[in-house]
């Protein structure tokens, strides 16, 4: 469904070229939960970009479902990472002037056309931010919030789209151990309940261990 051929990726320093991503292939096959695990700096973010179209790959291609994904126009790559792909980055990136409501609608609303279909995901988003135990929360600001609440603010943000594939870099980077576990059973409960995909990325062992299958970045390349 989303598959990675030989991606190469390198970037020009002021003097040298570094590079990053040797040569990478990966097959996602749809509703499967995978990790890619490697130390800091071994490109795993780098990796996690280029799968979701934010950023091109030196060489090598991005296929989803059979489309190569760096080929598109610019108007078809828009829509896949806005329809197809989910993001979940480690620093929230909630916007703090607006309330957790508006923050988990503003992607959609941005897309959608009539105002039935606004009432519609206003509902989804109070279904789904009640799910993972935000039911209070839904006119509060970012900065109201702990850093566990804004992660799943964060999550229901990038499901609400209902997107194919989530992607995830370093979810729980920013949270303690206790909160980083809940916000992975949720990626989890997620996961089962949805047949969605997901790809997590993290430097931390027993989190990546949670994943269906673990791969390790190493040099540039991946093994199993
Ligand atoms: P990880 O997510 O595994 O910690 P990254 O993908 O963030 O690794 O980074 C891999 C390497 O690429 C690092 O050495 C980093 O400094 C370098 N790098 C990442 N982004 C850029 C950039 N925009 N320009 C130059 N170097 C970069």
Redesign the pocket.
């Known amino acids: 469904m989303l598959e990675a051929r030989n991606i190469h990726k390198a970037?020009q320093?002021s003097n040298k070229k570094?590079s990053?991503l040797k040569g990478v292939d990966l097959k996602i096959e749809r509703g499967k939960f995978i990790s890619i695990v490697?130390p800091?700096?071994?490109?795993?973010?780098?990796l996690l970009h280029i799968l979701g179209g934010l950023d091109n790959p030196t060489s090598g291609h991005v296929l989803f479902e059979g489309k190569d994904v760096y080929s598109l126009t610019d108007l078809s790559l828009c829509r896949f990472r806005n329809q197809a792909i989910g993001f979940v980055f480690q620093f929230y990136h909630l916007l703090s002037e607006f309330t957790v409501l508006e923050n988990v609608l503003m992607p959609v609303w941005i897309g959608s056309d009539s105002s039935l279909n606004r009432q519609q995901l206003n509902e989804e988003a109070r279904i789904l931010l009640r799910h993972v135990g935000l039911r209070e929360r839904l006119e509060h600001f970012p900065g109201e919030l702990s850093g566990g609440e804004q992660q799943r603010v964060a999550l229901v943000r990038a499901l609400i789209g209902k997107p194919a594939v989530l992607l995830c870099d370093e979810p729980t980077g920013n949270l303690d151990s206790k909160t980083g576990n809940e916000i992975v059973a949720l990626i989890q409960k997620m996961h089962r309940e949805n047949q969605m995909t997901v790809v997590l990325?993290t430097h931390n062992m027993e989190l990546a261990g949670l994943a269906e299958k673990v791969y390790h970045l190493k040099d540039g390349m991946l093994a199993n």
């Open positions: 970037y320093d570094v990053v490697g800091s700096g071994a490109g795993k973010s780098t990325v």
